[in-house]
């Protein structure tokens, strides 16, 4: 009996992929590179189902129908090149090598253009959902070699994710790294998401003093509404979960959170693309600050600030406050990690369907939302949309958000409580709204130290002039261009 797909590596998630597949139907060949993994995972879960397992990749190769389809689940970086390199050798032309771990997109685009010349197809799919996901259908994001999307089709769209109307949560994103990168865009959302909500608990918790059974409710109620999301569902659960003494477990996790670089990726890219990705870089830096756990104990014993006092106001108006501002935020995170999307397609040539990236987001991955819809909808009315803040359903949510959102922001300043994703999603709110920044004492100040030059409002844009500011400097200005 020949397998149809191929697996190697069976972590968490490598494991829920394969009871996944052979639940479809699929006949599913797996290695590990500790092979007594594979022994163990064929005498526990994976016993008396139709998964064959081998203990080299040599063998897993001639266990596997043609073209072969080998899907890896290894740790991003060199292990993902160690583990094609073993490989390629026990493969033929026309294979698929199918990558789905966090990879950087830059590095499957590197292997997409190598194993083609080599006459292998290579596919870098983002895999979405966790453990749960996993098992009972995540959100797949492939791309890479086309040619290899209609012989992976029927098994990445049998094991994915479906929602209420019965879309799939899978479909073909785009040429060599687009898979990845839209990934990499997902998990910067998602490290928004989750930043966002920790900062809105920080505030129930320090500033209105909520017992975490308060706080679950209050997530609970959220959760039917606008803010209908899969990490608002979770945290209503995390705050309700209590130890072994009946005392709430969240209290006793250290405040100290992990990253594993899809987020520090993501910001990279829009350093390098130029897009504003204000939330999701705070996110990302407040993890850096949340590591820094000893330095910070010193710091609170030394620096100034306000006393963070028992709320006076109307407690429910604020609560309702808090969740306007949740909303409002996350439509900004959401926005800029289009933006970035949409920069990147133009740089790759990649043709993505805004919209369709909507819908593989709406069930299975850890950012599902109610409103995911309501983004496929925008782009389907407007395919060339710049900014998702000027779709009219988002323009007037946010409108109506807006008071909400700055009363949080003011009592935050005012009692001491850090929420820089909150903070950085209404500045880049009142940026893009904003007409005329003061960008232009910036350009003046460049030109002035170092004759960078300047476009003028009274003149058309694209000339540009230099100023002898002080009187003994020289006319020569120096070349314009943006890094």
Known sequence: MKADIGLIGLAVMGENLVLNMES????????????????EFLSGRGAGKKIIGTHSLEELAEKLSKPRKVMMMVKAGQAVDDTIAQLL????????????GNSNYEDTMRRAKDLEAKGFLFVGSGVSGGEEGALNGPSLMPGGSTAAWPQIKPIFQ??????????LCCDWVGSDGAGHFVKMVHNGIEYGDMQLI???????????????????????????????????EITRDILKFKDEDGKPLVGRILDTAGQKGTGKWAGIAALNFGVPLTLIGESVFARCLSAAKDDRVLAS????????????GDRKTFIADLGAALYAAKVVSYAQGYLLMEEAA?????????????LLWRGGCIIRSAFLGRIKEAFDADPSLRNLLLAPFF??????SQTSWRRVIAECALSGIPAPSLYAALSYYDGVRTASLPANLIQAQ?????????????RPRGEFHHTNWTGHGGSTAASTYNV
Do not use: C
């Open 24 to 39: 479809k139907g699929f006949t599913v060949a797996v290695f590990n590179r500790t092979t007594s993994k594979v022994d």
């Open 89 to 100: 050798s026990h493969l033929d032309s026309g294979d698929i090598v199918i990558d789905g």
């Open 158 to 167: 049998a094991i994915s994710a479906k929602v209420e109307d019965g879309s």
């Open 198 to 232: 920790s900062e809105v608990y920080q505030i129930m918790r320090d500033r209105l003093r909520m017992s975490e059974d308060e706080m679950s409710q209050v997530f609970a109620e959220w959760d039917k509404g606008d803010l209908d999301s899969y990490l608002v």
């Open 301 to 312: 014993k030394t620096l100034a600030g306000p006393a963070v006092k028992p709320f006076s």
């Open 346 to 358: 133009k740089e790759h040539g990649w043709k993505l369907d805004f919209g369709s990236i909507a």
């Open 395 to 400: 323009t007037k949510k946010l409108a109506a």
């Open 446 to 458: 460049r030109d002035y130290f170092g004759a960078h030059t300047y476009e003028r409002t009274d």
